[in-house]
């Protein structure tokens, strides 16, 4: 059985960090392409970030240079450090996983205000 398991959601004041964790089991982590993406209330789900089985890396235009993706294959777990955190960075946050087959973690939430 696949999961993905988020962690490390919560409340933080605007420009403040959090670090979310995505921990994988059940599949062949370092095969699969990581990604997180968001979901603010009313909204589409959107791409945050996506890390490649080799490293490759990249993000949308809204995070770039505030958010970093990174992975550890030894622990099955993909990490996104956040920083400079903004109001409308309020969402649940997702994790995903593609190879030949998809799969999507529960979501946790991150609320940034003051």
């Known amino acids: 059985q696949v999961q993905l398991v988020e962690s490390g959601g919560g409340l933080v004041q605007p420009g403040g960090s959090l670090t979310l964790s995505c921990a994988a089991s059940?599949?062949?982590?370092?095969?699969?392409?990581m990604s997180w993406y968001r979901q603010a209330p009313g909204k589409q789900r959107e791409l945050v970030t996506i890390i490649s089985k080799d490293r490759n890396t990249n993000y949308a235009d809204a995070v770039r240079g505030r958010f970093t993706v990174s992975r550890d294959n030894a622990k099955n777990t993909v990490y996104l450090q956040m920083n400079s955190l903004k109001p409308e960075d309020t969402a649940v946050y997702y994790c995903?996983?593609?190879?030949?087959?998809?799969?999507w973690g529960q979501g946790t939430q991150v609320t940034v205000s003051s």
């Open positions: 995903h996983a593609a190879r030949f087959d998809v799969y």
């Open positions: 059940g599949i062949i982590f370092s095969m699969y392409h």
